[in-house]
């Protein structure tokens, strides 16, 4: 019993042993940290941010959009029969592809009884002439009858004048003065007969000339129906198609050919709403608020030059264009772009490398090619232009940390949210700066910047290195 169990001086010398030590370690390394000195501060130079910068330049090109185009027919027209009957004629050479030149025969249609009317109308002209010179001999006749009438009137006058006065001096009965008058009265009624009859030919000799003029109506009718049995080509153009051949018959309206009229073509392409404010800006000195004015001008597009494209084998081929209209009004649903028309008048002058060519490429614009359209605007204020390695995308919790609160308000409130927004970093002084800007373009590694909305100067060094975390007055020293 007393082998196996310890007395209590052995059992506190093994608790408190371990507990002297751990208390003798720890006052060992206290002593060590009081007796370690602290380390001295030292200032560390901290070198400049080294950045690659690049010169702004004002541009004075102005602007040019770059959109796909379809080239579309500028007039298709319709030709169709004005008057019914046979195809005698038909020229075979002409169907669809070919080439017509305006005036140029395509087909005839049987004149023979369209000649025919054209012969009766012309006798009933020449028997309502004839008709006309009768009434006229007869109102002349008349005329002179009525003009001896009048003289026996005056006559049968003075002699009842004459029986009048043997009558008051009884040298005369009265019988023999009414006899008198009873002939006066006769002469009287015979020169109001004539003249009646004068106004009664006149009468019908208007009719006869409103006869005339309908027979002449009639014959003017026949001569075109005459005329249009020969169906000619109204304008320079390509047959597009050919409905009809030789000995069919056409009833009147029928179609015959469709012709697509080549003197001018045109492009259908599409513009962003901000392209199109470019072009109402267009103007010199003066902005143009397209809501502002009444009236047919708001529904027109300026008239700004366009440079079509069309590559083909490596090589590029233009025509000169204008913009023309609308093509409807109102956006597309879909794209919510505005369609529009470009007129090229000369379809058939290419250039290659800036001299006309013919035989090297396509002679013309055609239907259905797809090209590039090159707007060129010079709006009425200052544009930028700017590396494309330059801009960098718009970050608004990284520009709260880089930019003051004024900075912050200025770039929210000109920011077109539905469009990517840019910032350009700048070197000022030798510190880093930094300007929210409005993209016009991209195009050829460059930007173009509104300088309307950027505080931006001839003096500007645009930085055109990436940066990690870039602040705003941080001193930086430029390459080179």
Not at 216 to 233: G, I, M, N
Not at 278 to 298: C, F, H, M, N, Y
Not at 376 to 399: C, F, G, H, N, T
Not at 401 to 421: G, I, L, N, T, W
């Amino acid at each position: 019993m007393s082998e196996q169990s310890s007395s209590p001086g052995s059992t506190a010398a093994r608790v408190l042993t371990p507990l002297i030590i751990i208390a003798v370690a720890v006052g060992i390394i206290t002593a060590i940290v009081k007796m370690r000195q602290p380390p001295k501060k030292q200032d560390v130079e901290r070198p400049l941010l080294m950045v690659a910068t690049a010169p702004i330049v004002k541009s004075e090109e102005g602007l040019t959009f770059h959109v796909d185009g379809v080239v579309v027919p500028y007039r298709e027209i319709n030709l169709s029969s004005e008057v019914d009957g046979r195809i005698t004629f038909r020229d075979d050479a002409l169907r669809a592809g070919a080439y017509v030149a305006k005036g140029q025969p395509l087909l005839e249609i049987d004149p023979r009884k369209y000649a025919l009317e054209v012969e009766r109308l012309s006798k009933e002209v020449e028997q309502a002439d004839v008709a006309i010179r009768e009434s006229d001999v007869e109102i002349e006749n008349t005329q002179e009858l009525i003009v001896l009438s009048k003289r026996n009137v005056d006559l049968q006058m003075k002699q009842v004048q004459r029986m009048e006065q043997l009558l008051a001096r009884n040298a005369t009965t009265p019988s023999q003065v009414e006899d008198e008058q009873q002939a006066m009265i006769t002469a009287q009624n015979q020169l109001l007969q004539l003249e009646n009859q004068v106004r009664s030919l006149t009468t019908r000799k208007q009719g006869l000339e409103r006869a005339k003029e309908l027979a002449q109506a009639r014959l003017e009718q026949a001569r075109l129906d005459y005329e249009h049995t020969k169906v000619v080509s109204p304008v320079n153009g390509v047959i597009i198609d050919d409905a009809v051949e030789q000995d069919s018959y056409v009833p009147v309206g029928s179609q015959l050919y469709r012709i697509e009229d080549t003197s001018a073509a045109e492009v259908r392409c599409s513009l962003r709403m901000d392209e199109l404010s470019w072009l109402w800006r267009k103007q010199i000195g003066k902005t143009v608020d397209p809501l502002a004015a009444r009236g047919s001008e708001d529904y027109r597009l300026p008239q700004a030059p366009v440079t079509i494209s069309y590559e083909l084998g490596g090589r590029h081929y233009q025509w000169d264009g204008v913009l023309s209209r609308f093509d409807g009004l109102g956006l597309d649903e879909r794209t919510r772009t505005a369609p529009v028309l470009i007129r090229v008048s000369n379809p058939d002058q290419v250039r290659l490398d800036g001299e006309l060519v013919k035989a090297r490429g396509p002679s013309a614009l055609l239907r259905g090619m797809f090209v590039d359209v090159e707007v060129k605007v010079q709006p009425d204020m200052p544009i930028w232009r700017v590396p494309e390695s330059a801009l960098s995308l718009y970050s608004a919790q990284a520009l709260r940390e880089s930019m003051s609160p004024e900075q912050v308000a200025k770039a929210q409130a000109s920011a077109d949210h539905s469009r990517p927004q840019f910032v350009l970093w700048l070197v000022r002084d030798g510190k880093l700066a930094i300007e929210h800007v409005d993209v016009l373009v991209i195009e050829d590694e460059f930007a173009l910047i509104n300088g309307e909305n950027a505080d931006l100067r001839d003096d500007d060094q645009i930085v055109i290195t990436p940066m990690g975390y870039p602040q705003v007055g941080l001193p930086v020293k430029v390459e080179g």
